[in-house]
């Protein structure tokens, strides 16, 4: 039972989630939910989904990053910088773009790990050093990305603004052949997995909901996924930065769930004394967290970069604070030891979805702030108060 | 001690008292009454409901979220929340002491009812003279000024009890005030309690710790499983027939000892001499002794002789070591942490399951494989299928109660806790397995349950090593019985050699 409430708080997010769009399909006479803007919300989101997904593995285990957005920044004006000065080709600028963003991580991992200082402080002094490196780097000018070599301008281009190709010629309002496929194939692999993850609790003896329960569940998420990838595939295909997204949420989520690595930091975040105590390497551990945190953060700016076509000086400007703001909504706790990368996920597109819809409503920017602000505060106190009142 | 006539007069009395948790039904229609000036024991297995009645006394839980009625001074009262309750004269002094540490014992002491000059100024010099008085009074002799920080537990403790003085508290609540104390301190707030009851202070006193309630009670009332069993005066209550209520069955044997014979010795500790990394002091003199397979090692002494800081720098779980040098299985080894004395084969259970032991969001199975993380994965990948199977073999052992193995180990009884955490232990296969107050705040149902998991561990060959400030369950557990005062090995005692007296007169510096 412990087991199915647990996951009862990600079905209330996801819940929640449909909610908001709900009333924005009204308030915008249907706008919100046309496939063109719902696959421009999730494309925006991309950036800040990623930024998300890391920063609530830093969550988990008792940290904070506050460097993601000057992190973003300046990776991606490595990277175009890397280009643009210097000639060089898409791969081996991305390349070293990572290695930029790992090297970073590792720089914050080492003084949070090993000299002892507060996250909070050790990526407070990056958020403004690195905001403060960007503009060396491009000197303060935007970095169009036009001033690339052209093939190799377009070919990055892809990362975030390309969709997947069709086979068949594309036509307007037809379906997107290749990216039905892949929705056929995420759609089957979820139901797969869903049902061996069933048969595996069985076996061992664990709790499983009643079989029409589970059944219903399964069949809830297939409708999710799909009602998202039919606005793709109707409108035109999955953008590969998407596609990015999921994968490596995919790849987070293994390693939260499913890796030694992932049981150790919420075993940090939880109670770091009896981490240590049971011979977990907490320094080390640590340091891989924000090497890990480091490369999303240059993934995230390598993305950004591609879709605005260039590195600016204000890239990624508080897109650490939408990134902790989304996982704390998707139910990670500041206090260490709890939240999930899917959450992380979900909330993502809570905070995007209420940028974008209240954009389209024209609302004043004031409160859109205001109202964002508020939100965070509100889903927070919800689960808190639903925290209490389990314990 | 005051008038009987007034004694057999109520200050409080609980009625029918009833609180449901979903599922559980914790208080099932609770009687309790305390008399004026007296005080009076609550004593049950842990989960037997006794802090929930505290709770519901004190409005953690206010009116309306329980049946029954509260009567004080023969008024029903219907706290609203925990102010109501302290304006009515309840003063509570938790486990875990709820003061500020960086504030002066003056300011703890009206913390939430200053002394004020003007609105919202303090008034200093009121407070600072009352605070004198109300130190007096407990008996405390230190500066109002002074830190609560730079205080020991047992001087805290009394500013808690000065605390509630000030405020004018009829009914103190102790809950197991002497946990942390030392033997001296344990006597000075006995003393002093006697001293309260005295001046018609009424005190309800809550205590694992049997014979101190014979000590200071002047009746008991038992709870088992939500419900009360019997209220009757102490004299009428020896030991052995409180403890038959609160489990409500004899234990026949709370000491099961097993005949056996000691192995090869597995580990030798030569010249073991370890300093404070906080402040430096040696807390470890020059200890040697050695364990072997087959034998429980009982430590015993008093608080702060360092029994604590032997176990834990052997674990490498703490301090710096001075000198010293350990031998496994006559093979030397070098320990800088616990991952080194894991890998070794040494296992330790500390004596603070809540800050040392258990993640407490985490499940049952989680906390159980978090040592051996290993064991459960291949290249970095958990195998959840053997996570689930190894844990649920040690659930099924060690008899723990729980739900589910996925249930959060925070939502189990201190008992159970403890045996997740033993498990945790074991699942890494020590040689050796140190056990630092290993039935510290558990009830005794689970306690004997314990001991049972240890006598099993010896006769599968793992040597126990077993810190324990409870001088019966050392002496009834122990096949060998090592001393210490003051950071050093006082004595070494086989288990006939070894009876209270002596033991506590090694343990008190006396020589033989």
């Known amino acids: 039972m412990q087991w199915a409430r647990g996951n009862a708080k990600q079905y209330t997010m996801i819940l929640a989630l449909a909610v908001i769009w709900v009333v924005f399909a009204f308030l915008t006479d249907g706008m919100f939910v046309s496939a063109r803007n719902i696959s421009n919300l999730i494309v925006q989101t991309v950036t800040t989904a990623i930024l998300a997904i890391g920063v609530v593995l830093v969550i988990v285990s008792g940290h904070i990053d506050l460097s993601v957005g000057s992190v973003l920044g300046f990776t991606g004006a490595v990277c175009a910088t890397l280009m643009i000065s210097q000639g060089w080709g898409v791969v081996p600028s991305v390349l070293a773009t990572l290695v930029v963003g790992l090297a970073i991580g590792a720089w914050h991992g080492f003084w949070v790990a090993y000299r002892k200082v507060p996250a909070f402080i050790v990526t407070l002094a990056s958020m403004l050093a690195f905001r403060g490196l960007i503009i060396g780097i491009t000197g303060g000018q935007t970095q169009g990305m036009e001033m690339a070599p052209p093939t190799e301008a377009e070919r990055f281009m892809w990362i975030g603004q390309g969709y997947q190709p069709t086979w068949r010629p594309a036509v307007d309002g037809q379906v997107h052949d290749s990216s039905m496929l892949v929705a056929v194939v995420v759609i089957a692999a979820l139901v797969l997995v869903q049902w061996r993850s069933r048969l595996a609790r069985l076996r061992n003896g664990l709790a499983v909901l009643p079989a029409w329960l589970d059944a219903l569940r399964v069949l809830g998420l297939t409708v999710v996924v799909a009602a998202f990838a039919g606005v793709m595939v109707f409108y035109q295909g999955l953008p590969w930065s998407v596609l990015l997204l999921l994968v490596l949420a995919g790849l987070l989520s293994f390693v939260a769930r499913d890796t030694t690595f992932g049981r150790r930091l919420y075993a940090i975040g939880g109670n770091p004394e009896a981490a240590r105590l049971a011979g977990i390497d907490v320094p080390r551990n640590t340091l891989g967290l924000f090497m890990v945190m480091g490369v999303m953060s240059a993934i995230a700016g390598i993305v950004c970069t591609s879709r605005l076509n260039a590195a600016t000086t204000s890239a990624g400007q508080n897109a650490e604070l939408d990134a902790i703001a989304a996982a704390v909504i998707g139910g990670a706790s500041l206090m260490g030891g709890e939240g999930t990368v899917l959450g992380a996920l979900v909330g993502a597109l809570v905070m995007a979805s209420l940028d974008n819809g209240m954009s389209l409503m024209n609302l004043d920017i004031t409160w859109q702030y205001v109202i964002k602000g508020l939100i965070l505060l509100i889903a927070v106190w919800a689960d808190m108060a639903r925290r209490r009142a389990t314990h | ?512």
């Open chain 2, 1 to 512: 001690m005051t008038p009987a006539a007034q004694r057999s007069d109520p200050l409080l009395e609980m009625r029918a008292i009833t609180r449901d948790f979903p599922g559980v039904r914790a208080l099932d229609g609770v009687t309790f009454s305390a008399r004026r000036g007296e005080v009076h024991a609550l004593v049950g297995e842990n989960g037997a409901g006794k802090s929930t009645l505290i709770k519901v006394l004190s409005g953690v839980y206010p009116h309306g979220q329980y049946g029954g009625t509260i009567v004080l001074d023969g008024r029903e009262q219907r706290f609203g929340g925990v102010r109501d309750a302290e304006r009515a004269g309840i003063a509570v002094i938790h486990q875990e002491l709820a003061l500020v540490k960086q504030l002066s014992v003056a300011e703890n002491v009206f913390l939430g009812a200053e002394r004020l000059r003007a609105p919202g100024v303090l008034d200093w010099t009121a407070m600072r003279a009352q605070a004198t008085l109300v130190l007096e009074r407990v008996g405390l002799r230190v500066h109002p000024m002074t830190l609560v920080g730079e205080l020991g537990i047992g001087a805290q403790q009394l500013v808690e009890i000065a605390r509630a003085l000030a405020r004018d508290a009829r009914l103190l609540v102790l809950d197991e005030p002497t946990a942390a104390l030392t033997e001296s301190e344990t006597d000075t707030l006995l003393a002093l309690i006697n001293g309260l009851r005295e001046r018609g202070v009424t005190a309800i006193y809550i205590s694992h710790r049997l014979h101190e309630v014979r000590r200071i009670a002047d009746r008991i009332t038992v709870l088992r499983d939500g419900r009360t069993v019997c209220t009757e005066s102490v004299a009428d209550m020896p030991e052995e027939r409180i403890i038959h209520n609160m489990v409500g069955r004899e234990l026949a044997h709370m000491y099961p000892h097993r005949e056996r014979v000691a192995g090869e010795v597995v580990l030798d500790v030569a010249n073991w001499t370890v300093r404070d990394p906080a402040d430096g002091r040696v807390a470890v003199r020059d200890v040697s002794f050695s364990v072997r397979r087959g034998e429980i090692l009982g430590i015993a002494g008093l608080m702060g002789a360092g029994r604590s800081e032997l176990v834990m720098s052997i674990s490498g779980a703490w301090g710096r070591r001075q000198a010293g040098a350990l031998q496994l299985a006559g093979q030397p080894i070098h320990v800088h942490g616990p991952r080194e004395a894991i890998a070794c084969g040494i296992a330790l259970v500390t004596e603070d399951r809540r800050r040392f032991g258990l993640v407490p969001d985490m499940d049952v199975k989680q906390n159980t494989t978090l040592a051996s993380l290993r064991r459960i994965s291949r290249r970095g990948v958990l195998d959840h299928a053997a996570e689930t199977r190894l844990a649920r073999g040690f659930v099924d052992e060690m008899h723990t109660r729980v739900a589910s193995l996925e249930q959060p180990v925070r939502t189990l009884s201190g008992g159970n806790q403890q045996k997740v955490l033993i498990a945790r232990g074991l699942m890494t296969e020590p040689r050796v397995l140190f056990l630092d107050e290993p039935t510290r705040g558990i009830d005794v149902g689970a306690r004997v349950e314990v001991y049972g998991i240890l006598n099993d561990l010896v006769d599968r060959g793992v040597a126990v090593v077993m810190v324990s400030s409870e001088l019966p369950e050392v002496l009834g557990m122990s096949d060998r019985v090592l001393v210490m005062h003051e950071g050093r090995l006082a004595a070494e005692l086989s288990r006939t050699a070894a009876d209270a007296a002596t033991v506590m007169r090694y343990a008190t510096g006396g020589k033989p």
